[in-house]
């Protein structure tokens, strides 16, 4: 059983920058691929950044390539999403997911999940 637990969100300005963090409980992510995503009010639930189960490779969306940075410390106890250039447009509930196969860009295919943290950005 893997518990993720997110935090960082809050308000900003266009432009503006958030680091979002998740983190696990009494795991570590050596065995997981980790994913974010994000579900903005009437929406489905999106795609941002994904690691590969090795950590070697990383994934991202259209929409933040160039603007998100998904990582993660050394003990593979973390995972970050470093957000820039905010939009309005990126406001939404941020997930953090983990899922014991390769990575995937599809919500459905994760096993595990946060609880979610708020990123609104105004304009």
């Known amino acids: 059983q893997v518990q993720l637990v997110e935090s960082g969100g809050g308000l900003v300005q266009a432009g503006g920058s958030l680091r979002l963090s998740c983190a696990a409980s009494?795991?570590?992510?050596?065995?997981?691929?980790m994913g974010w995503f994000r579900q903005a009010p009437g929406k489905e639930r999106e795609f941002v950044a994904a690691?590969?189960?090795?950590?070697?490779?990383?994934y991202y969306a259209d929409s933040v390539k160039g603007r998100f940075t998904i990582s993660r410390n050394n003990a593979q106890i973390t995972v970050y999403l470093q957000m820039n250039s905010l939009k309005p447009e990126d406001t939404a509930v941020y997930y953090c997911?983990?899922?014991?196969?390769?990575?995937?860009?599809?919500?459905?295919?994760?096993?595990?999940w946060g609880q979610g943290t708020q990123v609104t950005v105004s304009s």
């Open positions: 690691f590969s189960r090795s950590g070697s490779f990383r």
């Open positions: 009494g795991r570590t992510f050596s065995n997981y691929a």
């Open positions: 997911a983990a899922r014991s196969g390769i990575h995937s860009v599809v919500a459905a295919e994760y096993d595990y």
